[in-house]
């Protein structure tokens, strides 16, 4: 690769770090006004909150922004209302007449029990138009980053690793950068700041270690996802990991839980380094296998 194409990469590493920071803030942003949507929700129309999945959704949200108090929706034509349902929630109309009825009790619950106040009908409307422009920010973003995604060969390698997906892959190549940066796989876990901090003292040496948690704490909540994702047992039977449920399994014998998924994020940057230094898709290999293959390739060497 020559000066311009390293260049390049370095410039599409950063962009793309820029563009998944701005997420994640985009996205506690969110965090926040869901909390205060509710809150100011909870004091008008206590119900409100069961009618739908999520105060959330795009259906929640068009309607509070739409009709912010329990009288401006008892006054509503049943009609307007229903068909707003069945547009924004793309379900049938019986299912819009349903959640409208739903919609008219939590109302007369409201003017019965909430708190009537002129000024929660407007900060009501604020919170909810407040949220669904952050829904759009989000979707831009979104889209920017998968597009830069695609064009960046450390991103699709890191989606073959089981507990990575599409959304945590921008994120780890976008903070790991090019990983040329680190002579060995325990460079890498120093620098994503998940290397034990082992308490020493005398002849004493601490079991209890924590993480150093230095570096980049974007890194470091999407090892911890990543974590939580690999070591799921899923309903069906089925494992997203199988050799690292079992990994995480023997951990928490002799460990407490949060150092068990600790050793699992560690675990994963090895994996991580590997798979970019080698610039190889994962291939999720057992022990067992790993032993028959350390086997046979002696028996070809004798």
């Known amino acids: 690769m020559d000066l311009?194409?390293?260049?390049?990469?370095?410039?599409?590493?950063?962009n793309l770090k820029v563009l998944t920071r701005?997420?994640?803030?985009?996205?506690q942003q969110r965090t926040t006004a869901i909390n205060q949507l509710t809150a100011v929700i909870d004091q008008v129309m206590p119900s409100f909150a069961n009618i739908f999945k999520s105060i959330s959704c795009k259906t929640s949200l068009e309607l509070l922004i739409r009709y912010p108090s329990p009288k401006s929706i008892l006054s509503a034509p049943e009609k307007e209302v229903i068909e707003l349902i069945k547009n924004t929630s793309r379900g049938s109309l019986e299912y819009a007449s349903k959640k409208y009825l739903l919609l008219l009790e939590s109302a007369r619950e409201g003017i019965a029990t909430g708190i009537l106040l002129e000024a929660y009908e407007h900060i009501i409307m604020v919170?909810?138009?407040?949220?669904?422009?952050?829904?759009?920010?989000?979707d831009t973003l979104s889209k920017k980053i998968h597009e830069l995604g695609i064009t960046i060969p450390e991103v699709q390698l890191l989606q073959s690793i089981p507990g990575i997906g599409p959304t945590?892959?921008?994120?780890?190549a976008a903070e790991i950068g090019k990983i040329e940066k680190f002579k060995s796989s325990k460079q890498l876990v120093a620098y994503c700041g998940i290397d034990p901090s082992v308490m020493q003292s005398g002849k004493f040496l601490g079991t209890k270690n924590k993480l150093t948690k230095r570096?980049?704490?974007?890194?470091?909540?999407?090892?911890?996802?990543?974590?939580?994702?690999?070591?799921?047992?899923?309903?069906?039977?089925?494992?997203?990991?199988?050799?690292?449920?079992?990994?995480?399994?023997?951990?928490?014998q002799s460990k407490a839980k949060k150092q068990a998924l600790g050793a699992i994020m560690n675990k994963l940057v090895r994996i991580i380094y590997s798979v970019l230094k080698n610039q190889q898709p994962f291939v999720l290999i057992t022990p067992e296998e790993q032993v028959r293959m350390y086997q046979r390739n002696m028996q070809i060497v004798a």
């Open 4 to 14: 311009i194409q390293h260049q390049r990469m370095d410039k599409n590493f950063e």
């Open 22 to 27: 701005t997420y994640h803030q985009f996205s």
């Open 127 to 138: 919170h909810a138009q407040h949220l669904r422009n952050i829904d759009v920010q989000l």
């Open 168 to 172: 945590l892959a921008p994120v780890l």
């Open 215 to 252: 570096g980049s704490i974007y890194i470091r909540k999407a090892l911890y996802m990543a974590a939580t994702v690999a070591i799921r047992h899923n309903p069906n039977g089925s494992y997203s990991n199988k050799v690292i449920y079992d990994y995480y399994q023997k951990k928490i």
